[in-house]
T-cell receptor
């Protein structure tokens, strides 16, 4: 069974640009979570999508947004990129019956120059 | 004060040593996770606990709900165990995880 996949692996952007990160959950999982791991900081919760809807978001500005598609894959969009957005962005998924257990993807490393 | 505190922040040991990493939290939780992050960033979920103790190979995780404390133990440590170990708690009623700062473990041969 394939795990959580994320693309791209690395992304380099300049300040002010927009970045789009993608996540495909494990087959059968309906929830997708996004986390940010900035250099020197721990992992922080960004967004939670379930059944196509945003269910919860962390303490991040509105320029961090996303969506979940009917096939449960998800996009994270970061607008008006700032230098401090440089981080590893991790996606995780969980199933409806085992929502406590999240499986993580390999991450997308975003570098903002 | 962070809701999840790990100790130590860094740990260096010799191959074969018994390793203990601690995690304390200050809020009510419904589950606690231990995660392993290797250089390059990928995260592997090691354990999910809501009570008691779990064992997988050389890894043992325990949780004391009353004391709001969990430990991750590694027996007969090996250089391939070198990684960052992260404690994360799922707050009661919430789906998001709150993470500790991680413990960087280095096992020397």
């Amino acid at each position: 069974e394939a795990g959580v996949t994320q693309s791209p692996t690395h992304l380099i952007k300049t300040r002010g640009q927009q970045a789009t990160l993608r996540c495909s959950p494990i087959s059968g999982h309906t929830s997708v979570y996004w986390y940010q791991q900035a250099l020197g900081l721990g992992l922080q919760f960004l967004l939670w999508y379930d059944e196509g809807e945003e269910r919860n978001r962390g303490n991040f500005p509105p320029r961090f947004s996303g969506r979940q598609f009917p096939n449960y894959s998800s996009e994270l969009n970061v607008n008006a990129l700032e230098l401090e957005d440089s981080a590893l962005y991790l996606c995780a998924s969980s199933s409806r019956t085992a929502y406590n257990e999240q499986f993580f993807g390999p991450g997308t490393r975003l570098t903002v120059l | 004060k962070n809701e999840v505190e790990q100790s130590p922040q860094n740990l260096t040991a010799q191959e074969g040593e018994f390793i203990t990493i601690n995690c304390s939290y200050s809020v009510g939780i419904s589950a606690l996770h231990w995660l392993q992050q290797h250089p390059g960033g990928g995260i592997v979920s090691l354990f999910m606990l809501s009570s008691g103790k779990k064992k997988h190979g050389r890894l043992i995780a325990t949780i004391n709900i009353q004391e709001k404390h969990s430990s991750l133990h590694i027996t007969a440590s090996h250089p391939r165990d070198s990684a960052v170990y992260i404690c994360a708690v799922r707050l009661g009623g919430a789906q998001k995880l709150v993470f500790g700062q991680g413990t960087r473990l280095t096992i020397n041969p």
